[in-house]
């Protein structure tokens, strides 16, 4: 019946929906998430990090040109006379330099690749992230469809029983008080049926947000569905694995790679620096007898700083404390993959757990609502014990429908820690839904 009541909760919605496992769901989010956009053109952007390091060791060509207006006024000691000269004057050239020794080039180009690599590190977040996110939407429409089920099945069950109390009232069996309950109940499902709904609604928005369209049903888990431990099976190889895999760790260990360059780099404005520099340059100037002069250069360059008013070592201090400060960030970001996959990893074990406790409550429940339905009948059970057994029913069917997308989304989690989440994990899970 639980099914049932959902597809029909699915059916109220548009018609230019579309029904959908997870991995269809998680292709759409791939190409529509606005977040994940993002990332992937901060990601495009960072490759060209290293295109703009390298650009400090490679050659430089430039090209000058002027133009002049000359007016100038001559005497010489044999002529009294003022002569007057009225001309134009131009020229251009081409300069050529490529640097030979320039450290904190060197160190900018590896600077670069160390940039780069940080960014597709950034992208392996965001990519785990967008896995975690569309998971979570998609497990809490799944969800909200079951409460809204379970509480659906309990206000009917309560109008059935309001229904019999009346009619029993009627007769003389029960008491008032016995319809009054039962009204109660039934009116506090309907309360919670309303906000079932309004529950999943709101569910299903946010899976639109991140896949940019709404989909009409969405493929939930497979009956009697058990869900495996993850391997290793040991907490202290997932800690391990997670202080050494995160992509939060490999980031900051980059960010620290970059900061102790940073700080060479600041050390380099002390030293000398060579270039190769070639010239070739015309002029045409037409008062003097040659009118064209065309000239080529080349020679070496050499570049010694002096004093640069204490900004070179002041510099250098500042790079050097960042680098201590990118220390202590590469170790929280150690700790937190660790505390992450402890976490994550109770949370599937303990999910598990719970699950198959609440499996047992669920048949143990179910019984319970059988005898007093059965004992309200024979005499020996009154109104409010049946009502207490439906409602209980009911919130074990939420809780165990809880528990099971809770122990999924760990299990991502855990991987997500460990820096192994991926694509292959969404089709694990997905191979977990009925079709």
Known sequence: MKRAIALCVAGLFSSGAWAADLMQVYQEALANDAKFSAARAEFEAGQEKVVQGRSGLL?????????????????????????????????????????????????????????????????????????????????????????????????????????????????????????????SRFDLASAQEIAAQNQLEVAR??????????????????????????????????????????????????????????????????????????????????????????????????NLPLYAGGRVSSVSREAAALRMKADADLEDARR???????????????????VRALEAAKVSSTSALEANKLGYEVGVRINIDVLNAQTQLADTLQQLSRARYDTLLAQLRLKAAAGTLGEDDVREINALLAP
Request: glycine share 8%; no cysteine.
């Open 59 to 183: 050659p430089q060509i430039g090209l000058n040109a002027e133009t002049r207006w000359n007016d100038a006024e001559l005497r010489t000691s044999s002529s009294p006379r003022a002569m007057d000269y009225s001309y134009n004057s131009n020229g251009y050239g081409v300069q050529l330099t490529q640097p030979l020794f320039r450290w904190q080039n060197w160190v900018q180009f590896k600077q670069g690749e160390l940039q780069t690599a940080l960014t597709e590190a950034q992208f392996g977040v965001a990519r785990q992230d967008l896995v975690l996110r569309v998971s979570e939407a998609y497990f809490n429409v799944l969800n909200a469809q079951d409460a809204l089920a379970a509480v659906t099945q309990l206000r009917t069950a309560a109008g059935e029983q309001l229904d019999l109390a009346k009619t029993s009232f009627e007769v003389g069996t029960v008491t008032i008080t016995d319809v009054h309950e039962a009204q």
């Open 205 to 302: 928005q946010t899976l639109a947000q991140i896949i940019g369209k709404q989909p009409e049903a969405l493929a939930g888990l497979r009956e009697g569905v058990q869900l495996q431990r993850p391997q290793p099976d040991n907490i202290a190889d997932w800690v391990t694995a997670a202080e050494a895999g995160s992509f939060g760790v490999q980031a900051q260990q980059l960010v620290r790679e970059i900061a102790a360059r940073e700080v060479e780099r600041a050390r380099a404005g002390h030293l000398p620096t060579v270039d190769i520099v070639a010239t070739h340059g015309v002029n045409n100037r037409p008062q003097v007898s040659t009118e064209r002069s065309e000239a080529t250069t080349i020679g070496l360059q050499l």
């Open 336 to 354: 937190n993959a660790a505390l992450a996959a402890r976490q994550s990893w109770l949370g599937v074990t303990s999910g598990m757990a719970q």
